[in-house]
């Protein structure tokens, strides 16, 4: 199946610094999300985004399907960012229907 | 519109107990899956429901686990009996389209003693 990397594991800012969170992928996938899980557990949809660029406010996402990875630009972070930051991929050769999430990045944003 | 509601929000109990989670998911959502996160781990998937079929249920961990979704609607999911390692978070999800975009549930964390 498909695998799935996200780099860093573990990211410490000082609020106010901009960050890029690495996504990549094994095979070709159908479509690629992002996600945050905030502190109280709650898994918030970032992006979906297959391919191509797109921006939400303070936060972007680029994925290059073809060279298969995908980055999440976070900029001016602020301390409501720190959590666990995680890409999910559906697709490959095989045909599967199920997402498969990355090990996550896990973001800590000090005041 | 109304996401996907997940109940119990948090499940306590007893090794060798039974506890069903339940997912409502957004409606006309015919995709459902359930994930687990154990141990602030990876999020893995369990199975996959389109409306009442099972789709795909590779990730079930064993024969303790059983998923229903009578009707093609709302989606239950049994541990019986329950073990320590069953422990975790457990995420419902749904989708409009096979590879469409996912909603997330607040999850039901559950705690096995």
């Known amino acids: 199946g498909i695998q799935v990397e996200q780099s860093p594991p573990d990211l410490i800012l000082q609020e106010g610094a901009n960050s890029t969170l690495r996504c990549n992928f094994s095979d070709s996938v159908n479509n690629l999300q992002w996600f945050h899980q905030n502190p109280w557990g709650q898994l918030i949809n970032l992006f979906y985004i297959p391919s191509g660029t797109k921006q939400n406010g303070r936060l972007s996402a680029t994925t290059v399907a073809t060279e298969r990875y995908s980055l999440l630009y976070i900029s001016s972070s602020q301390t409501t960012d720190s959590g666990v930051y995680f890409c999910a991929v559906v697709g490959g050769a095989s045909g599967t229907y199920k997402y498969i999430f990355g090990t996550g990045t896990r973001l800590k944003v000090l005041a | 519109e109304a996401g996907v509601t997940q109940f119990p929000s948090h499940s306590v109990i007893e090794k060798g107990q039974t506890v069903t989670l339940r997912c409502d998911p957004i409606s006309g959502h015919d995709n459902l899956y359930w994930y687990r996160r154990v141990m602030g781990k990876e999020i893995k998937f369990l199975l996959h429901?389109?409306?009442?079929?099972?789709?795909?249920e590779s990730g079930m961990p064993n024969n303790r686990f059983l998923a229903e979704r009578t009707g093609g609607t709302y989606s239950t999911l049994k541990v019986q009996p329950a073990e320590l390692e069953d422990s975790g978070v457990y995420f419902c999800?749904?989708?409009?389209?096979?590879?469409?975009?996912?909603?997330f549930g607040e999850g039901s964390r559950l705690t096995v003693l």
């Open positions: 999800a749904s989708s409009q389209q096979l590879t469409g975009e996912l909603f």
């Open positions: 429901f389109v409306k009442e079929s099972k789709q795909d």
